[in-house]
């Protein structure tokens, strides 16, 4: 009897070994990068912008104030920069320059200047239309006005006259009214614009001194700050009347609404004491006074309701309050120019543009990177997935190469966001897949090779009479 000879099928196992190190390689080096710029794309398309009234996206950040929020530029703009807005997606920045009368446009990519459009005398307060079409420019005079500008000509398209010493503005989320504030002597009013019209079609009765004015997200209400009565106005757009006179500390100027509409902030600014207060819309009542650094004057809140900010001006060193909306409570104190005033978060949640007020420039801060935290996710709702750890740290080795290289790390931040009905199509993270792809074929490789140590080339003598294998033979190969 011949001993019989094994095939010789070209891969052993040192071979499939080697085949599977190379592709894990190229894995690593590859696929992943890709599969982030992917996720990030897909973010860029459908995660940025604002969604209709009524569609909110879902945010879930285990915790957006453990970054470091910080300054991490400045660009300027025209003298005494008061009112600061962002379009909704995220592309632009308006600046209002009081000293100057003129308003900026600011590229967020580029972080510049790039056009700077003539308005009205003393210009203040700004609001943008949610489809980025139209900005409004409140003219702070004697003889109050508002100026349309358009902002693909970016050219003033109507002046609108209004009540005397008009201070802020807000525009409704489907950019049909704008609501304007007049603070002059005897005014004490809030003007009703049609946007269609492009004329005042009310006037309404507020409390003494009206400064911030905000619409809440479904276009129902709008607020008022009254600085010099210590309250605030509820009015219902419907009826165009005020419904509620909600009593504050002293002093109340700025406004803000959180995304959900549930909860109102009002700096007050025109007072010495330091206080944000809370307001529960449900109750209509002060739910929670958080205490401040000394003069807050505007406040805006993050697009995931998680934080707001808040500017003190004064004439050291200026303070942004960061506010944890969970607990109530001032968890960081940022430090920029004096006289900060004007803020505004951009709708990524990664960027915060602060004006300064008896300066020309804007401060630019930059918010801690979010961790997503792992939560059910809704019928109907899409994750988007990125490996942040090996994102996060391509992004920081890159971040002063280049301007796009900035825009990507914005997009990147971004993919922490778990969007709920904003259409964004699910993708599967290429890590576990291609983890799949690896395992299947190590064990096609090792099949093959087993097949072939079992697989007899040619046997000159019958070995196998019986039902039993010889003991001289494998049983592999039996």
């Not at 696929?31 to 459908?46: E, F, K, M, R, T």
């Not at 980025?132 to 100026?147: I, L, P, Q």
């Not at 993708?427 to 576990?432: D, E, F, K, Q, S």
Request: with cysteine.
């Amino acid at each position: 009897m011949r001993v019989l000879a094994r095939g010789r099928c070209g891969v052993g196992v040192f071979g499939a070994v080697i085949v599977t190190v190379v592709v894990a390689v190229l894995v690593m080096v590859w696929v992943v990068p890709v599969g982030a710029s992917v996720a990030a794309v897909a973010l860029g398309q459908n995660g940025l912008s604002v969604p209709p009234p009524g569609i909110y996206p879902r945010v879930i950040l285990s915790s957006r104030l453990g970054g470091d929020d910080a300054v991490i530029g400045t660009i300027t703009v025209g003298s005494y920069p008061t009112g600061v807005a962002v379009t909704s997606d995220g592309s632009a920045v308006y600046v209002t320059n009081f000293g100057s009368d003129s308003l900026s446009r600011i590229g967020t990519v580029t972080g510049t200047v790039t056009k700077t459009i003539p308005a009205g005398r003393y210009p203040t307060g700004v609001a943008v239309t949610l489809d980025g079409s139209t900005v409004y420019v409140v003219n702070y005079t004697s003889r109050g006005s508002v100026s349309v500008i358009d902002t693909v000509t970016g050219t003033v398209t109507k002046t609108i006259p209004v009540g005397s010493w008009p201070r802020e503005v807000a525009v409704t989320p489907d950019g049909s009214t704008v609501y304007v504030t007049n603070s002059g002597s005897g005014a004490d009013s809030v003007s009703v614009i049609d946007t269609v019209t492009g004329t005042v079609t009310k006037t309404i009765t507020a409390g003494a001194f009206p400064s911030g004015v905000a619409v809440t997200p479904d276009g129902s209400t709008v607020y008022v700050a009254n600085s010099r009565s210590s309250s605030v106005s509820k009015i219902d757009t419907a009826t165009g009347t005020v419904t509620k006179t909600i009593t504050v500390g002293s002093g109340p100027y700025g406004v803000a609404v959180t995304p959900d509409g549930s909860t109102v902030y009002v700096s007050h600014g025109g007072s010495g004491s330091g206080l944000v207060s809370v307001i529960d819309t449900v109750t209509g009542a002060v739910a929670k006074t958080i205490t401040v650094g000394a003069y807050p004057f505007m406040v805006a809140v993050t697009p995931d309701g998680s934080t707001v900010y808040v500017t003190h001006s004064g004439s050291g060193p200026g303070l942004v309050s960061v506010i944890d909306t969970v607990t109530g409570t001032v968890t960081k104190t940022i430090t920029v120019d004096s006289w900060p005033f004007g803020v505004a978060v951009t709708p990524d949640g990664s960027t915060v543009y602060v004006a300064h007020s008896w300066s020309s420039w804007v401060s630019v801060i930059a918010v801690g990177r979010p961790t997503p935290t792992p939560t059910p996710t809704p019928s109907g709702a899409a994750a988007v997935t990125v490996a942040s750890s090996d994102a996060a740290t391509t992004s920081s080795a890159n971040a002063s190469a280049s301007a796009s290289a900035g825009a990507d790390s914005r997009a990147n931040a971004a993919a922490a966001y778990e969007l709920a009905g904003t259409g964004v199509t699910p993708t599967i993270p290429l890590r576990a897949v291609t983890i799949f792809l690896l395992a299947g074929l190590t064990l096609l490789l090792h099949r093959r090779q087993t097949q072939c140590e079992a697989e007899p080339v040619r046997v000159d003598t019958l070995i196998l009479d019986g039902d039993e294998c010889p003991a001289a033979i494998s049983r592999d190969i039996c």
